[in-house]
Structures are given as C-alpha cells and as structure tokens.
C-alpha cells in the first residue's frame, strides 16, 4: 500500500514522504528472553519493508529499545533506515539529531522527542535528555528555508501539547506512542497538525498538505471542525443521560451497580468534554487566519489491500526462519503430560460424553485453527500461536509453541469451557458411585469446575478488536459456535 500511494502520488507529481515515529519491533519497555529474537527479527522485517517504501525518518522508541540498542541500530543500518534521536542517547551508537530530505522541490525537516521517563533506567542501555532543551538546540540549528517541520513523538498527548506550545516552528507532530487512532488530527498550539494512525501497523496515515499562498502554518479544515462539534454534541448527549440516571429516585432510582457505571461515564464524558472543546477552540482560533490545509485519512491495512510482491517475499522469508527456529515439541501428549501434566487435555477426550457437541465443533473454524498457522507458517510466531491452541499462554496451558501437542491443536471445547482433566476425573468419580453425572449432586460435582455457558469476555482474550481487526461481534459470532448440552 505505502509503495502504490507513493506511485500514485509520482504519477500525480506530488511529493510523497514517510515516516514512522517508533513502537516498531514492540510496544513496551519490557520483554522477555524467550521472546526478543523473534522480535528482533520482525523488527528487521519492518523496517526492511519500510526501506521499500521509501522511508524518510524515523525513530525508535522504548519498545524497540527493549530488545537492545545493539540489535535496532544493526537493523536501521542493514536496512538504511535513516535514524532521528534528537534527545536520545545509546552509547555507541551515534544516530543525527535532526535531518532534512527533499523530494519535488519541497523540503522538509525532522526532529524526534522521547519522553525520558520511558527509558528509566537504561532501557537497552539507553538514555533520553529533557525533550524541551534537546529540540531548542536542534530546531536552532535546523535551515532557514524548509517548507515544513515534522516532530517525530514518543510522548503522551499532554507531552505532544506542550512540546507544541513551547516550539512554535514545528507544524507536525507524528506520535507513535500512545496508539490513538486520528481520523480526524488535533490542532495544536501555533497552528501545529497532531496525527497518529494508532498501533500494531493496523493502518497506513495518509496527510495531504494543501500550501496556500501567503499561508502560516497548518489546519485541518472545516471538514475537522464539524466531525469535533458532532462528537461534543454525542458526548454531551452521553453525559446528561448519565446525570440524568444518578438525579433519578424512588422507582427509577439506579440500583448500586447501575449507579457505579453511571458515575464512570459521567466521569468519562466529562473529561472527554473538556479536552474535546479545547482542540475545538484551537481549531476556530486556526481557522480564523490562512493555512495550509491538511486533510488526513487511516487506511486499514486490511485483507482487502493487496500484498505488495517484494514485501511479500520479505514476510515469507521472515516467517521460514521463524518456523525453523521451532523448539523441540513433545512427540505425543502422553509425553507432554510425563514432563508437565497440564490440565487441559485436548477435545478428543470429551467426545467420549459429548459427542453430538464434539462433532458440531469438528466443522466450526475453530477446530482448523492451528491448519490455518501452519498453512501461513505462523506456528512458532510468538505474536499468534496462543489463540489458535487449547490453552494457549492460560495456567495449566501450554506455554510456548513447544508444548503444543496434537491434542491441544485448534481451539477446541476448552477454550470457551475451561481445563477439562479435573472435570473427566470427577465424572469418573461420580460414575463410581453408580448415580448417573447427569442428576443429583454428582451433576453439581461435575460441573463445578466447567463453565456451561461462556461469558462474552472469554471470546475477547483473542477476538480483542485488534488481532481481528475489529470484525468480531458477540452476537454473530456465538451463533457460528454454540451448542447444547
């Protein structure tokens, strides 16, 4: 996708530039041994791929330093990525405080902000000066005639607003910490554009800058101010619902667990409101003189977009490399059980009891789940293997793609109804005493430690709205995989 928008934006003769504002190879200062190689080794799949894109700056933030200053500046220079550290310091590793790049005649400048208290203590032996002064000296030194200046952030929002505030010569600033999604940018202060296209490379930002003559500085448009007023007036609308439920007595009156979501969202709102009608206040005062317009879209990097084919060889290439880094896994469950015995037990052995329900699942997609890694060779990536097992990462589970025997393959019964080996014990239990499990206290002996019917929250360990993308829906979903009895 970033490749075809940059075709497209050539054959238009607009100039296109790129950049990533970090939180790349991973999203947080802490990482365990078992699984930094292989972040490692997506982070150079990233950033390679970038490479192909035509990256013009970007900047590691604490998550990327969590797996090594060694091993991310080795990445950035097998993949020509051109660093920006403008306050972060690695010893040994010497990266540009600021840079420039030029294409069609526009030029552009780059400067990067980490927040310090991210990399506390030395995160992969790195440290971050006070942001404020690092981009004073830099911004100073930075050339007189560059159409733009771009702010590459891993900071909060306020740390985004103040940075904004205090250095009028930025006009954009990039955050890639915080994961917000922006369809609509904030307005900062002097006139400065705020984007961020949320976490994960679930989307592709796209700004377009429209210079107008005579122009100081960027706003986001009319079309921005009416997509801000409408979202006031729905949070308004939220919040007068929510004092109207607690001001309610006698009959109306909420009870007690009402109440405490009432008084959440009347909380909510109200902070929301007040952050909201600020941006919107900025967003008039900008409004009021000549801008440069920018309009912003985030374009899901769906299945609908088409695999670019260089990338595409460079994930495959990644992926074969990652399957064959695969520990030695146990070569049959009973092995598994010998070194560790766990506590789920695989769906073949609730069949014996539940046979009708066993075969319904045989022919959901849950029960091909662990084909279809095998079929994208995903078996041992460290990111999806636990949602596509029985038991995956869950105590008394299977914890690494090792441990994944035959029987723990796909996502089967108990996934949805909890570890089933205390639950067959005592159905065996119950069978001794001659009183069928299915009346009388042997049926609430079995089932106490089985969940009969799942709760929404079990299905949201995997379905989370970011892994799939924001397709899962409760209701549909169910439909497609329950079963009585």
């Not at 982070?43 to 970007?58: F, K, N, S, Y």
């Not at 075969?359 to 078996?379: I, N, Y």
């Not at 636990?386 to 996502?411: M, Y």
Request: proline share 5%; aromatic share 4%.
């Amino acid at each position: 996708m970033l490749k075809q928008r940059r075709a497209e934006a050539d054959a238009a003769g607009l100039p296109v530039f790129v950049v990533d504002a970090g939180d790349t190879g991973w999203r947080s200062r802490r990482v365990s041994s078992g699984r930094k190689d292989q972040q490692v080794e997506k982070l150079r799949l990233q950033l390679a791929a970038m490479e192909l894109g035509g990256i013009d700056a970007w900047t590691p933030g604490e998550g990327d330093l969590a797996l090594g200053a060694d091993a991310v500046f080795a990445a950035a220079e097998a993949a020509h990525t051109p660093v920006v550290a403008t306050n972060l310091d690695c010893p040994g590793h010497g990266a540009p405080r600021w840079r420039v790049a030029e294409h069609g005649g526009v030029r552009l400048g780059f400067v990067s902000a980490l927040d310090p208290a991210l990399v506390e203590g030395g995160v992969g032996g790195c440290t971050a000066s006070d942001p404020d002064d690092a981009l004073a000296s830099a911004l100073a030194e930075l050339p007189d005639d560059l159409d733009a200046v771009v702010l590459l952030s891993q900071m909060d929002l306020a740390g985004d607003y103040a940075l904004a505030e205090q250095h009028p010569r930025l006009d954009f600033v990039v955050n890639g910490h915080v994961g917000k999604r922006l369809t609509t940018p904030n307005q900062l202060p002097h006139a400065t554009v705020h984007l961020s296209s949320g976490n994960r490379g679930k989307a592709l930002g796209v700004a377009t800058v429209h210079f107008v003559e005579g122009a100081d500085g960027c706003g986001v448009g009319a079309g921005g101010t009416a997509d801000l007023e409408r979202k006031i007036e729905r949070y308004r609308d939220r919040l007068a619902k929510a004092e109207a439920l607690l001001a309610a007595e006698g009959a109306d009156a909420p009870d007690e667990r009402t109440r405490e979501r009432a008084l959440r969202q009347k909380a909510f709102y109200a902070g929301e409101l007040g952050v909201l009608e600020q941006r919107l206040a900025l967003m008039q005062e900008v409004a009021a003189e000549p801008r440069h317009r920018v309009d912003n879209e985030l374009v899901d990097l769906d299945a609908d977009i088409a695999d670019d084919e260089a990338t595409a060889r460079l994930v495959a290439d990644t992926l074969a490399r990652i399957e064959q880094s695969r520990g030695e896994r146990p070569a049959s469950p009973a092995t598994a059980v010998a070194e560790r015995p766990l506590d789920y037990v695989g769906s073949a052995a609730c069949a014996a009891c539940h046979r009708a329900e066993h075969a319904q699942w045989q022919a959901t997609p849950h029960a091909a789940a662990w084909t279809s890694l095998e079929q994208r060779q995903r078996t041992q990536d460290l990111s999806c293997w636990s949602c596509h097992v029985t038991g995956g990462e869950r105590p008394g589970g299977p914890q690494s793609p090792a441990e994944v025997t035959e029987a723990l393959q796909g996502v089967g019964c108990e996934s949805c109804h909890g570890p089933g080996r205390r639950h067959i014990a005592q159905a065996v239990q119950a069978a001794s005493t001659g009183e069928p499990p299915g009346v009388g206290e042997a049926a609430d002996a079995v089932t106490g430690s089985i969940v009969r019917d799942p709760p929404e929250q079990t299905c949201r360990r995997c379905h989370d709205g970011e892994q799939d993308e924001g397709r899962f829906d409760w209701a549909s979903y169910r439909a497609k995989v329950v079963h009585g009895g």
